[in-house]
C-alpha cells in the first residue's frame, strides 16, 4: 500500500510540475525540448572536473518576476520559470524582454537533507548573466558580477530550521552596459543574437566538510609520460596529506602522496594519447587525509595530450 502512495505521489507532483510549465514561443525547437521534464532539468553532475558522491540539484520550476531597475524585494511574483533557461529562451517558458531597464528576481524552497548534518553546505550557481545578488532566508549572503564564470557561497550560517528560501536578484544591461557580451544586443538581426538574461547554467548544493579540496590543477607532460597534479585546500595543518591514483577504468595505474600545498607528479607507462579520433580519458582520485583519515574525496580525469606549431 505504502508504494502505491509513494508511486501516486510521485506521478502528482510530475503532472503538477508539467501543468506549470510549457516552452513559450513558436520558435524553432529541437527534438529534446520534447523530452524536457521539469521535475529533472539537467540532471547529471554539473562539475565533472571535481566530482563529490552527494550534492542536489536545484534546477526546475522557481517563482519569477520582472521589475524596474532598483526595486526592492517584491512580495508577488509573475509565474513560474524553468531554471536554468535565460528569460528570454523559449525553454524557459517565459521568453520576455528584460532590457537595461530592468532586472529579474528569482525565488525557491529548498530543504537540507537530514544526513548533512554537520556539514557545511555550498550554494553553487554554473552561471548567471550578469549582476547577481543573492538572499538566503532574507539575508543577503553575496554578489556575483560576470555572466560566464561560476560562482558559489556558504550558506551554512544562514540556514534555519526546516524549509529554505533562496532569492536572486539579476540585471544584465547587454550592449548598454560594459559587460563582455559576444553577439548579444538589445535589439538582434542578421549575425546578432538575442540577450541572454539571468540564470542559465545549473543551481545546485553541496554538502562537504570545513576543511576540504577547493580546485585541481592538472597538467600533462606528454614529453616525460607524466602529469602533475596540484590539489588547493581552502585550510590545511601541518601533516595534511594529499593522495591522488590514477586509474584506466578500475585499473590503478600509479599513485603518490605530497604535504598540502606540493605538487605532485605521476608517471605512466606508455600513455594513451588523447586525439579527435581517440578521446581517451584517464580516471583520478584525489583524497585529503588528516591525522591518517581522509576527510574528503573527489574524482576527476584527465587527458595526455600536447599541442605545438612546427
Known amino acids: 500500500m505504502k508504494k502505491i502512495v509513494l508511486w501516486a505521489l510521485t506521478i502528482t507532483i510530475h503532472l503538477s510540475g508539467m ?27 554539473p562539475r565533472p572536473i571535481m566530482e563529490r558522491s552527494d550534492w542536489q540539484n536545484m534546477n526546475g520550476l522557481w517563482e ?8 526592492t524585494i517584491p512580495s508577488k511574483f509573475d509565474g513560474k520559470i524553468l531554471v536554468p533557461f535565460a528569460v528570454e529562451s523559449s525553454l524557459s517558458g517565459v521568453m520576455k524582454e ?9 525565488r525557491t524552497n529548498f530543504s537540507i537533507p537530514a544526513n548533512w548534518n554537520g556539514k557545511d553546505v555550498l550554494l ?15 539575508i543577503k549572503i553575496g554578489s556575483h558580477t ?46 546578432w543574437y538575442t540577450p541572454v538574461t539571468g540564470i542559465w547554467q545549473t543551481v545546485w548544493l553541496e554538502p562537504v566538510n570545513d576543511k576540504r579540496i577547493e580546485n585541481l590543477r592538472i597538467t600533462p607532460d606528454v614529453d616525460h609520460n607524466s602529469v602533475h597534479i596540484l590539489a588547493e585546500v581552502n585550510q590545511a595543518a601541518f601533516g595534511d596529506i594529499i593522495e591522488v591514483t590514477a586509474l584506466e577504468g578500475k585499473k590503478v595505474l600509479a599513485s603518490a602522496q605530497a604535504s598540502v600545498g606540493e605538487p605532485l607528479e605521476i608517471i605512466l607507462n606508455a600513455p594513451k594519447l588523447w586525439s579527435p579520433e581517440s578521446p ?10 588528516s591525522k591518517g583519515e581522509a576527510i574528503d574525496q573527489v574524482a576527476s580525469y584527465f587527458a595526455m595530450r600536447k599541442i605545438g606549431m612546427l
Do not use: C
Not at 64 to 71: E, L, R
Not at 160 to 189: A, I, Y
Not at 280 to 289: G, M, T
Open 19 to 45: 501543468a506549470q510549465w510549457s516552452p513559450a514561443g513558436d520558435k524553432i525547437k529541437t527534438r529534446w525540448a520534447e523530452k524536457i521534464d521539469p521535475n529533472n532539468v539537467l540532471g547529471e553532475y
Open 64 to 71: 519569477y518576476t520582472i521589475q524596474p531597475y532598483g526595486s
Open 98 to 106: 528584460v532590457g537595461a531597464k530592468n532586472e529579474v528576481w528569482y
Open 124 to 138: 553553487h550557481f554554473g552561471a548567471v548573466d550578469w549582476k547577481t545578488d543573492i538572499w538566503v532566508n532574507d
Open 146 to 191: 560576470g555572466g560566464y564564470t561560476p560562482f558559489s557561497f556558504d550558506i551554512t550560517p544562514f540556514l534555519t530550521n526546516g524549509h529554505q528560501t533562496v532569492l536572486v536578484r539579476v540585471w544584465d544591461p547587454t550592449d548598454e552596459g560594459p559587460q563582455p557580451r559576444g553577439k548579444q544586443v538589445k535589439k538582434p538581426e542578421g549575425i
Open 280 to 289: 581517451f580519458l584517464y580516471d583520478l582520485q584525489v583524497k585529503l587525509i
